[in-house]
């Protein structure tokens, strides 16, 4: 048994002999040279995933320890995935540590240079480093890098990040192998910490490997630093599948951010991110998503939220939140309207990214919208300078089967906006965007259009939109307009907007909104818009039934988001009982306003006042103004509005032979004085032809009146005086002297005889409250031979007349009344009765 047992020893020590032999002859032997090689390369090949070739001399050592030296090591992968050092080192720890240590291999690599396709792992074997770049956290322990430089890339779409290790070595402290490098990323320098555990941390049972990454630029006051930091937990050390990260960053400069992103920096500001996240080789998942960023204007974007899929967006539920100018104060003026706010929710669905629960919020008001989508990216590239683009851009809104929008397109700089090249088209129901009655949802049609837009003109523009109304028997409408260098004051008028309208039946047309109106003419428009913020001029032609409106007006910035408008507004012809029927609503009712759907004013109310911030001058004509079967003609006025104060001086008109001249100014902010007077009215020209008595004379007026325009009825709110007086004349009748004398004293009255009285004067004064005009004291009436007192009320806002009307002989005005009679019914008509006996108007009352 003995000697047995020695035989097995003594073969042993043989075996181990001539190995050790053999390796020392394979170390030292320059006939072994070859194999040598061929062993290194198969082992980088494992290692790395694609076939190497080492170029110059395997050099095998075996005291203090066994290493490995391979210089000018090469892999050329048919996808790009290079490598190249000038040498590469891979050795085990001297014989004396691995009495007391277990078996633990260094890799050490001096003048690297590799190049890293983002897509190269899909045809790279399992386990290798290209298939799973994550996996060098296992090598970490091991490693050293000198001069080395990693590129990872992707040029399919021009994505670049290139990072330049100067020294990298890592120590062994308290159970992790810490390691601190200086590098540049994209030419930042910055330096890079791993902690990575040397032990298995059995509390951590799914995933007991970990690992710790970071990065942080310099910092100083003059260069503002970024930090980011990586928490890795695996359930192998290969970290090559089933990881978790936690990362979180803060970035004192966005441009530095991007710039290390290899991204042009065209915004700057601060941002903060954290999330956590789950690798597998083929997803990449997040959830906890808390992005924060503010930009150097002032601006402030969040994003939270998940994916199941961070390369493609799959599963994606994300919030975004966009505060814009949440500081700005509530609009008072048009040009003053800034969106403060933009909100909306990005998810994932089967149809493709939808964008949901949309809301603009301005300081003048907030716009919902429904959901957009879904909206595609065929690719996100990136060109040499840096910038990202989004290629092959789809956006549609609306049901598949007939969208409302479609929009494609390419933004060459997503972030600075440039490079935008945007083309589609429109679809939308009115009833989409206006609010309407059940009962009218078809009938006002779909606006139809296309749309194309660009920065072409150095300013974000629309180049062309042309639209139309189609399927609507209440409107027909058409509008093309072209918006480029909107934006940009004091650039040439480019702003130009062509639009036509036509409504056949007006009263129809307002019903279809739930409104009512006594106008059923026809109402068209045909105008042109141009110009840029500075400056815009709209010249244009108006139809209200047989009412031409010519106008030709300009809108200039003025300081403090005001406005000033200047122009001339004409008409050969105005119908004014058509014109009036058109603004006023029927029954004197408030109009309805359009409301838009998804629109509503912030709290308190919109604050947009056009008339305070507004200012005007304005001449305004009109040849001939008809209503009623009467005209007017001449009508001339300049309206005048400064910092909200309204006027309207001189304004002139004449009618029938007679002229009005009058000065029309608001009073505070609703109430409106009108303080003029009329000349020259013959007496036979008011009255006409058809009046069952002639009358003779001229009458005048003078005037001061006040309304409220903020009434619903204005008219209802008419207070202030109003006073006639007719000079010499004739009545063609003697009733009133007959009236006056008594049938007696008639027979031998010359004017009673003759069937006409004279006029000696008149004078009707009235003192309006609320649009009803009292007599203030007594209207008065003299002829040759008689005074006639009257006292009662003019009711305009019924369109009613009450008076009770005292006639005497002119030499006993203090004496009792002849036959007291009533002037009662509708102002154009009114009925005439004897009146019982009352309290008779009298007194000394002079008309002059």
Not at 290 to 304: P, Q
Not at 482 to 490: A, C, Q, S, T
Not at 734 to 748: C, E, N, R, T
């Amino acid at each position: 048994m003995f000697r047995v047992v020695r035989r097995v020893v003594a073969v042993l020590l043989v075996l181990v002999c001539a190995a050790l032999l053999a390796l020392v002859l394979a170390a030292n032997l320059p006939q072994a040279e070859g194999l040598r090689r061929s062993l290194a390369e198969q082992g980088l090949t494992h290692l790395w995933g694609e076939p190497v070739s080492v170029r110059g001399a395997v050099t095998v050592s075996l005291w203090p320890n066994a290493a490995v030296d391979m210089d000018g090591v090469e892999a050329h992968g048919t996808d790009g995935a290079n490598a190249r050092t000038d040498r590469l080192t891979v050795a085990i720890p001297p014989y004396v540590e691995l009495v007391s240590g277990g078996l633990r291999y260094s890799l050490a690599v001096e003048g690297g240079d590799f190049d890293v396709p983002f897509a190269s792992g899909e045809a790279a074997r399992p386990g290798s480093l290209l298939e799973s770049p994550i996996h060098v956290l296992s090598l970490l322990p091991h490693l050293t890098i000198r001069d080395t430089v990693v590129r990872f890339t992707d040029t399919m779409n021009g994505w670049l990040f290139d990072l330049r290790v100067k020294d990298l070595r890592s120590v062994a402290e308290a159970g992790r192998n810490v390691l601190v490098a200086d590098a540049a990323l994209n030419g930042q320098p910055l330096t890079l910490g791993f902690a990575f555990d040397l032990e298995v941390e059995k509390e951590e049972r799914e995933r007991p490997y970990g690992a710790r990454i970071t990065l942080a630029t310099a910092e100083g006051p003059d260069a503002p630093g970024l930090s980011a930091r990586f928490d890795v937990r695996a359930p192998t050390k290969r970290f090559d599948h089933g990881l978790v990260m936690k990362f979180d960053a803060d970035a004192k400069s966005l441009a530095k951010g991007l710039t290390l992103a290899g991204i042009a920096p065209s915004i700057d500001g601060t941002g903060k991110v954290s999330a956590r996240f789950k690798a597998e080789p083929d997803r990449f998942s997040f959830h906890d998503l808390d992005l924060v960023l503010t930009l150097a204007d002032g601006e402030r974007i969040s994003v939270t939220g998940q994916a199941d899929d961070l390369a493609t967006l799959a599963g994606a539920d994300l919030k975004v939140v966009a505060d814009l100018a949440t500081a700005a104060p509530p609009a008072v003026s048009l040009r003053e309207i800034v969106v403060t706010r933009l909100t909306g929710d990005f998810r994932s669905r089967a149809e493709g990214m939808m964008l949901e629960e949309i809301l603009i919020s301005t300081n003048a008001f907030d716009q919902s919208l429904r959901e957009i989508g879904p909206i595609n990216v065929r690719s996100v590239t990136r060109d040499a300078e840096g910038h990202v683009a989004f290629r092959g851009i789809s956006v549609i809104a609306g049901p598949p089967s007939r969208p409302i929008a479609r929009l494609e397109g390419n933004v060459d700089d997503i972030l600075g906006f440039a490079g935008v090249e945007l083309a589609g088209g429109v679809d939308i129901p009115v009833a989409s965007v206006v609010a309407l009655p059940p009962e009218a949802q078809d009938k006002l049609g779909r606006i139809v259009g296309s749309l194309s837009m660009s920065d072409a003109g150095g300013g974000l523009g629309v180049d062309s939109f042309a639209a139309r109304i189609e399927g609507s028997a209440l409107v027909s409408a058409t509008l093309a307009l072209v918006l480029d260098d909107l934006g940009k004051p004091g650039v040439a008028a480019t702003t130009q907007v062509d639009a036509r309208l036509k409504v056949p039946n007006y009263s129809a047309f307002t019903a279809a909104f739930g409104d009512t109106s006594d106008f059923r003419g026809q109402v068209t428009f045909e105008g042109r818009l141009s110009g840029n913020t500075d400056a815009l001029t709209m010249e244009g032609r108006t139809d209200i039934g047989r009412t031409r409106i010519d106008g030709t007006l300009s809108s200039l910035a003025a300081p403090g988001g005001r406005s000033v408008v200047k122009g001339s507004i004409t008409s050969p012809l105005v119908y004014a009982d058509e014109l009036l029927a058109f603004m006023r609503p029927e029954g004197q009712r408030r109009r309805k306003t359009v409301k838009l759907i998804g629109s509503r004013e912030p709290e308190g109310g919109s604050q947009i006042d056009l008339l305070g911030t507004t200012d005007a001058d304005v001449a305004i004509s009109a040849t001939r103004l008809q209503g009623g079967g009467d005209s007017a003609t001449g009508v001339k006025a300049r309206l005048v509005v400064n910092n909200g104060a309204l006027r309207v001086d001189p304004l002139r008109i004449g009618y029938r032979g007679g002229v009005i001249s009058a000065v029309m100014a608001s009073e505070g902010r609703s109430v409106l004085r009108t303080k003029g007077s009329g000349t020259g009215w013959p007496l036979a020209t008011l009255f006409g032809h058809g009046s069952p008595i002639s009358v003779s004379g001229t009458l005048s007026v003078v005037f001061d009146l006040t309304t409220r325009m903020d009434a619903d009825n204005p008219l209802a709110t008419l207070g202030g005086t109003l006073t006639g007086r007719v000079g010499r004349g004739r009545i063609g009748t003697g009733l009133l002297d007959l009236a006056g004398v008594g049938i007696l004293a008639g027979i031998f009255t010359s004017s009673v005889q003759k069937g006409e009285s004279v006029l000696r004067c008149a004078k009707v004064p009235l003192q309006f409250h609320k649009g009803v005009g009292r007599t203030n004291p007594v209207i008065v009436v003299n002829t040759e031979h008689v005074q006639a007192l009257a006292r009662g009320t003019v009711d305009l806002v019924r369109n009613r007349i009450d008076l009770r009307v005292a006639p005497r002989p002119i030499t006993a005005p203090d004496g009792p009344p002849g036959h007291s009679f009533t002037v009662k019914g509708a102002l154009s008509s009114p009925a005439i009765a004897m009146a019982s006996a009352g309290n008779e108007p009298h007194g000394r009352y002079s008309c002059e």
